[in-house]
């Protein structure tokens, strides 16, 4: 068992072992990263070209009835700063990101109970309305079969649901007891069966996980083959239980963004803010390691310091309109250009 022959395996379409992969993860040399860099982008080219698909952000609440341990916005942090955007403030937002050239919504929040099935429905109904060319993503959390199920029927396409991390117990520690990694998965599958595009994904480096743990992500990527995929570095917010926790590393984060590419290939795959908030070129290092999503924030400017999942959050002073300008160069200097597209998964 060695490197160059995971590298080897992942570069044929080869699922490697667990052992390997972790074993990867642990050790693998500049070189060795180079040469999967080198292997990512060329397959996520083959499959994109040198485009970026664009992803409108829209931060709808900052309440959260959960608590998990990493999230500043969890509920038991009193010094949050909660608001929520109603329908007309959300679709006010959609009308900015349409005319910047956004085809695809991502309506995020914490698990605000304000939006019931029927006002999250009529949302997504009305937006379904007025741009029925473009994609409506959801990420709000876990939900339950029926409430999907309308969402998905009122116009929704796609859903955001990181299972966070593959193994149990690692799962078990950085959530509390009302949360299982069992529901977290069969939330996805559950997705998946109603006929979302669905988006797994986990935090890279947060507390106790195991290079062990990682390839567990990595293998359960490859055998549940979300139509997405969101990874990106935990990283501490003062004001939760792991306030003073190492965040993630932009290496290893790079690294997996290379292999999830290679064992994936048709997966969308972002280059996370979180790896923008850790790293002044994060964003442009992700796309050459193999992403081929941006998500720039079209949240109101106002509320944009109070979506604080964690510290030193980026582009939270911006309007919409300087993010995409700003993304767009960005992406022009490593060779990539943004394109107007609803980026739909598609099976290579
Ligand atoms: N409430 C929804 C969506 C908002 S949270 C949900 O939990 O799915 C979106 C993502 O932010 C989470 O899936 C988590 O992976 C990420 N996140 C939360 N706190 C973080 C932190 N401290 N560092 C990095 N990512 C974090
Ligand atoms: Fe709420 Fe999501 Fe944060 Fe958990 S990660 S506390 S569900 S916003």
């Not at 292997?39 to 609440?61: D, H, M, P, T, W």
């Not at 900015?96 to 939006?115: A, I, K, W």
């Not at 939900?143 to 690692?170: M, P």
């Amino acid at each position: 068992m060695d490197n160059f022959n995971t590298i080897k395996k992942l570069k044929n379409g080869t699922v490697p072992e667990k052992q390997e992969l972790a074993l990867l993860l642990r050790t693998i040399t500049s070189e060795q990263t180079e040469d999967l860099r080198h292997a990512a982008q060329e397959k996520a080219q083959s499959v994109f070209g040198n485009k970026v698909y664009i992803r409108g952000l829209i931060e709808i609440s900052s309440y959260c009835k959960k608590d998990c341990l990493y999230c500043g916005l969890r509920r038991s942090n009193k010094n949050a700063v909660r608001y929520r955007l109603d329908k007309a403030q959300i679709l006010s937002c959609c009308e900015t990101g349409y005319r910047l050239g956004f085809r695809t919504f991502v309506l995020q929040g914490g698990e605000d109970p304000y939006y019931t099935d029927d006002i999250m429905c009529g949302i997504v109904s009305e937006i379904r309305r007025h741009y029925p060319d473009c994609a409506i993503t959801l990420s709000l959390g876990e939900r339950g079969y029926e409430s999907f199920k309308r969402l998905y029927e009122a116009g929704a396409d796609r859903y955001l649901l990181r299972h966070e991390t593959a193994n149990a117990e690692h799962y078990s520690r950085l959530h509390p007891k009302s949360m299982t990694l069992r529901t977290r998965i069969e939330s996805l599958y559950t997705l998946k069966e109603i006929g979302f595009q669905t988006g797994a994904g986990f935090m890279v480096g947060s507390p106790w996980q195991t290079y062990e743990n990682l390839a567990e992500d990595l293998l359960f990527i490859s055998e549940l083959k979300p139509q997405m995929c969101g990874i990106g570095p935990f990283i501490p917010h003062k004001d939760t239980p792991f306030g003073n926790k190492p965040a993630g590393t932009l290496e290893t984060t790079l690294v997996l963004l290379s292999v999830i590419r290679l064992l994936h290939p048709p997966v969308l795959l972002p280059s996370t803010t979180a790896l923008g908030t850790i790293h002044p070129k994060g964003r442009e290092l992700g796309i050459l390691h193999g992403a081929n999503v941006v998500m720039p924030n079209l949240s109101p400017a106002e509320h944009r310091k109070d979506y604080s999942l964690y510290d030193n959050k980026i582009c939270t002073g911006e309007e919409a309109a300087e993010c995409i300008r700003c993304l767009s160069l960005r992406m022009k200097n490593i060779g990539y250009e943004i394109v107007t597209d609803r980026g739909d998964f598609k099976q290579t």
